[in-house]
């Protein structure tokens, strides 16, 4: 019965085509996978977005404390 089993699994995994079952194995992530995904445009446009939203803050804040910080006027 086992011999008979393992028969028919042999003969599905025959059928499938080796590109069928490399596609199931990229799909599976694991803990020594280090591979680092893609960068698309779409990823550098928010990263440029989010650096000039970050400058912009910066540049607000130090404003703000040139004001606070600023010598008193003599009068």
Avoid: C, W
């Avoid at 680092?36 to 912009?56: C, D, I, P, V």
């Amino acid at each position: 019965m086992k011999f008979l089993e393992l028969r028919e699994s042999v003969e599905e995994k025959e059928e499938q085509s080796p590109n069928d079952i490399f596609k199931g194995q990229l799909d599976q992530l694991r803990k020594t996978d280090t591979r680092r995904s893609r960068l698309t445009l779409m990823h550098l446009n928010k990263l440029r977005k989010m650096k000039e939203l970050r400058k912009a803050e910066v540049n607000k804040k130090a404003q703000k404390l040139g004001v606070i910080y600023a010598r008193a006027s003599a009068q």
